[in-house]
């Protein structure tokens, strides 16, 4: 009983130094805010849509049952990432049609998406 009371007390002062911690920095960030003296550079979104990656982007997105989402999420991703150089890799499942025929309407032949249907269905 003494050695748990001991183990508690042990780790509520660790986590009470985090926490310390923690608000020490997000206060001395906001009194740089606040006070003028952090310069924060803007980023050009328009520039970033114009320019290409760096190398290749590869985004994952499982779906199961997905039918009613997975298309405005594609959709979405094609739009914000313009690149040629972006992967988007769709997983599905073999019985699921709905979401793979989905997921075919959404891509409208995009070569940037990739279906991968998994050869084993969920029950």
Do not use: K
Not at 62 to 86: D, F, K, M, N, S
Request: hydrophobic share 50%.
């Amino acid at each position: 009983m003494l050695a748990e009371h001991e183990l508690f007390l042990f780790a509520g002062v660790f986590f009470l130094i985090g926490a310390i911690d923690e608000l020490l920095v997000d206060g001395i960030y906001g009194w740089l805010c606040l006070s003028g003296r952090l310069r924060r550079p803007r980023v050009d979104r328009g520039m970033l849509r114009r320019s290409e990656l760096a190398g290749l982007a590869a985004m994952f997105v499982p779906a199961w049952q997905e039918a009613a989402v997975i298309g405005p999420t594609i959709g979405h991703a094609l739009r914000a990432w313009p690149q040629r150089a972006l992967r988007i890799y769709v997983g599905v499942y073999r019985n699921d049609p709905a979401t793979l025929e989905a997921v075919m309407r959404a891509s409208g032949g995009d070569p940037r998406v990739r279906v991968v249907i998994n050869d084993r269905g969920i029950m």
